[in-house]
């Protein structure tokens, strides 16, 4: 004896969309030279008080900061800086 089931699937389109969003944010920031702390606060939805605080004294993350001038605009290398911060997350916090 064979049992037929039938089976609907229904597509959540928002959250595909969101996905496929936050995914070519994380490609094209992955593809940044440099990151400001704007770039930096979206990527890690924090506020840039709390960045200060929680990785930009930490002297792993100053050795790869830059500025332009001497009151310039802060600029990170971010190949070098997203890796620390990462690892800060993972294994500093608790």
């Known amino acids: 004896m064979s049992t037929i089931a039938q089976v609907q699937v229904a597509v959540d ?3 595909i969309e969101a996905k496929f969003v936050e ?3 994380k490609q094209i920031n992955a593809k940044k030279k440099l990151l400001t702390i704007e770039q930096l606060s ?13 990785f930009f004294r930490d002297p792993r993350i ?4 830059r500025r332009r001038g ?5 600029y990170w290398i971010a190949e070098k800086v ?3 911060m990462d690892e ?6 608790n």
């Open 42 to 54: 979206e990527m890690y939805s924090m506020k840039r008080d709390a960045l200060e605080e929680a």
């Open 13 to 15: 389109q928002e959250y």
């Open 82 to 84: 997203i890796p620390i």
């Open 88 to 93: 800060i997350i993972e294994y500093e916090w």
């Open 23 to 25: 995914e070519f944010k």
């Open 70 to 74: 001497e009151r310039g605009k802060r």
């Open 62 to 65: 100053k050795l790869y900061e």
